[in-house]
């Protein structure tokens, strides 16, 4: 049986490993931290373990609910869609709970005529085939040639990108509408399409689940630091070169598969294939931080349970951990401001300190008492992709192929949801096993 390397843990590794073994191979899944799970980690607060990453699972979400389910009986719960910002000096609330009309109406006046034409088509392509809510579908390839030689910015009014685009492309790529192209925002639309649960358990559970079960097919090897990446002596396969507790080793694969952030794979492969790592430097990643504290009492109502802010505040979004923790907030800081504001490093108590500040006309935070909190700053954090991704990716394809052995995936391949990246990983293993280029 052949051995394959997976270097990443986050949830890409995860995807791979788990598509790989279905297919009949045995994994060594490398990961530098002690633990797996990557930005979709969790740490526990007031004996209760939250995630940090993407925790939300689309109704949508086929290849990641057969994941879940294969792992074992895990419940979820309705997360709901209910958001509010400032617009004109007044409190605009949407919410997909009972006010369909509302909402539509909203999008009409927010998007303008304009607007509307332009994204009706893009959100009816989706709404049709939920598979072009990717990164390079057949679709909005053809959106990325005609347009992407301009932002999102310059596509919309000032009014739309300000309180129609912006709030989806910084809350989902850390990026402001200029910093974000077209022919990308059909995977930001498939998430605003969608509804959503999330598991009772949090990630964390099921993540603990997956490493217990884990059998002779899959060799977690936390603690371990790949350092290189280089061509076995015969030609045929891959020296992978690694660090753990101060102590270096090197193992050789015929077969590697990374799944990293294409600013860590740069890194990785420059002194191999310094040509590929020059395209991947072209795709873009923002910081982001993300704070969750509780407090005495509730903090949001039932049917206000979040905001997003404008570009002038480092904080771009605050909102409810789930539909039934309104004493349990989640504040999000990325966008231009958050990182001119704030740094690795910045303090986490004067941080959310500011975000307490930002939400408190709104929500009940001025005399509640804050119980308990949790802070990172992570970078590289939200990925915005590349203009003209597809021909990208096209590109690093070309680069790779003179690499025997070495194949990737990662959230620059298909999206940096949690399904995008299961679609990703399943059509790497796809490509490793046939051949043909996805």
């Not at 809510?133 to 679709?139: A, I």
């Not at 005495?296 to 505040?313: E, G, L, N």
């Not at 298909?414 to 280029?437: D, K, L, N, P």
């Amino acid at each position: 049986m052949m051995k394959i390397c997976v270097i990443g843990g986050g949830i890409s590794g995860i995807a791979t490993a788990y598509y790989l073994n279905k297919a009949g191979f045995s994994v060594d899944l490398y990961e530098e931290a002690p633990v797996i799970g990557g930005r979709i980690g969790s740490e526990c607060l007031e004996g209760r373990w939250l995630d940090f990453g993407g925790k939300n699972i689309g109704r949508k979400y086929r290849r990641f609910r057969s994941f879940v389910k294969e792992c074992g009986d895990f419940p979820f719960e309705y997360f709901g869609f209910n958001t509010s910002q400032v617009i004109d000096g007044k409190v605009v609330r949407l919410a997909r709970e009972n006010r369909k009309l509302s909402d539509f109406l909203g999008f009409l006046k927010l998007a303008g005529l304009g607007g509307a034409s332009l994204l009706y088509p893009w959100v009816r392509a989706v709404m049709k085939d939920n598979a072009q809510g990717m990164l390079r579908t057949s679709f909005f390839n053809d959106v990325a040639e005609r347009l992407d030689d301009a932002s999102l910015a310059d596509c919309f009014s000032p009014r739309c990108a300000n309180h129609l685009i912006r709030p989806v492309t910084v809350r989902m790529n850390g990026a402001e509408p200029d910093e974000c192209y077209p022919g990308n925002f059909g995977s930001n639309l498939a998430l605003v399409l969608d509804s959503y649960e999330q598991l009772k358990g949090g990630m964390h559970q099921l993540i603990e689940t997956f490493v217990a079960a884990s059998s002779a097919m899959l060799a977690i090897r936390t603690g371990h630091r790949v350092t290189s990446l280089s061509r076995c002596d015969s030609g045929q396969g891959v020296d992978v070169a690694y660090t753990c507790k101060g102590l270096g080793g090197t193992v050789s694969y015929k077969r590697v598969i990374t799944a990293l952030p294409a600013t860590q794979l740069s890194a990785l492969i420059r002194s191999s294939l310094p040509d590929a790592a020059e395209i991947l430097d072209r795709v873009r990643y923002y910081p982001v931080s993300v704070a969750l504290a509780s407090y005495r009492d509730d903090v949001f109502s039932k049917d206000h349970r979040a905001m997003v802010f404008d570009r002038t505040s480092s904080l771009s979004n605050a909102g409810a951990y789930g539909i039934h923790d309104l004493d349990l907030v989640r504040y999000t800081f990325s966008g231009k401001a958050a990182r001119t504001q704030i740094s690795p490093e910045s303090k986490a108590e004067d941080v959310i300190l500011e975000a307490e500040k930002k939400v408190s006309p709104f929500f009940s935070v001025e005399e509640n008492t804050r119980t308990a909190m949790l802070y990172k700053y992570i970078s590289p954090g939200l990925c915005a992709y590349s203009p003209f991704h597809q021909r990208l990716f096209s590109e690093l394809q070309d680069k790779l192929a003179s690499f025997s052995g070495l194949y990737v995936t990662g959230d620059f391949r298909r999206g940096a949801s949690i399904e995008a990246c299961f679609a990703a990983a399943e059509e790497t293993v796809q490509y490793f096993m046939t051949g043909e280029v996805f």
